[in-house]
């Protein structure tokens, strides 16, 4: 739901709208057989400025539209303020994020959903590449997590593989801190350098490590793929040749995990 305009588009459709199209989705699912094993709630989901409080809105809509889908995960960014390069700003980011967080308990109880904490990235411009900022550890995440399931149960960790690579851990490390924490993966690979968004074994992650620390710590979601530009180098042609493709690929991957 992350390509929905602030404001706009069907998270913002009146109560009777909003249901019937959420509904409509879940329809389409059921009729071709597909389980619905996460939602991806608009981001960024803070950027200190006047539209903050709207933002926060799409989260207690987007919560609503998971349970309408039949969802139990949503995977939600923390915020990520200008300040928070590497390690600076820690508690203070924390404090944010807690208060961003708490504000949509009462949504999960409600609705009986789980946010997915995302491991993030940000952006050095004095050397030109992306670094680490608020969750790109596993040991933060941990934290943020175990910090907010003391208000409610209803927060696990959402584990995206290349940006684990980028931000210089290793998923593999990231997957075991994690343990049973984690609920939900973005299975994508890189250079370690960009957010490539393509199938596995095109970049430096390390495929048999990390299915062998998912079968170590018992991983039993959904192998999800977040390899977007994959078949976007290629084009709807290629549509035949290329979603089997990536369906072998990740399928291959899930059986080591077991």
């Not at 999960?108 to 608020?134: Q, W």
């Not at 995206?160 to 994508?188: C, E, F, N």
Request: net charge negative; with cysteine.
């Amino acid at each position: 739901m992350f390509h929905y305009p602030l404001g706009e588009g069907p998270l913002f459709l009146p109560d009777g709208a909003f249901e019937d199209y959420y509904r409509s989705l879940k329809a389409v699912a059921d009729e071709c057989g597909l389980k619905i094993g996460q939602v991806h709630s608009p981001f960024p989901t803070y950027l200190n400025d006047k539209d903050d409080e709207l933002r926060l809105e799409a989260q207690h809509r987007s919560v609503r539209a998971c349970a309408l889908l039949g969802c139990r995960y949503m995977v939600m960014h923390p915020a990520i303020p200008g300040y928070r390069l590497y390690d600076q700003g820690v508690e203070e980011c924390k404090a944010l994020n807690m208060q961003r967080y708490e504000a949509v308990i009462p949504d999960l109880e409600k609705y009986d959903v789980s946010i997915a904490v995302e491991n993030m990235f940000s952006y050095d411009r004095t050397i030109g590449r992306h670094c680490p900022t608020v969750c790109s550890t596993a040991e933060e995440m941990a934290d943020y997590i175990d910090t907010l399931n003391r208000l409610s149960p209803h927060f696990v960790a959402c584990l995206d593989v290349g940006h684990a690579l980028i931000t210089g851990d290793t998923p593999d490390h990231m997957a075991r801190i994690l343990g049973d924490r984690l609920k939900v993966l973005h299975v994508q690979d890189n250079d370690g350098n960009g957010d490539w968004h393509v199938i596995p074994h095109m970049g430096k992650v390390d495929w048999p490590a990390f299915t062998k620390a998912l079968r170590e710590i018992g991983y039993k979601g959904t192998f999800s793929l977040e390899a977007d530009n994959f078949p976007r180098l290629f084009g709807l042609d290629h549509a035949d040749t290329v979603y089997p493709l990536m369906l072998s690929v990740a399928k291959k991957l899930a059986e080591k995990v077991g």
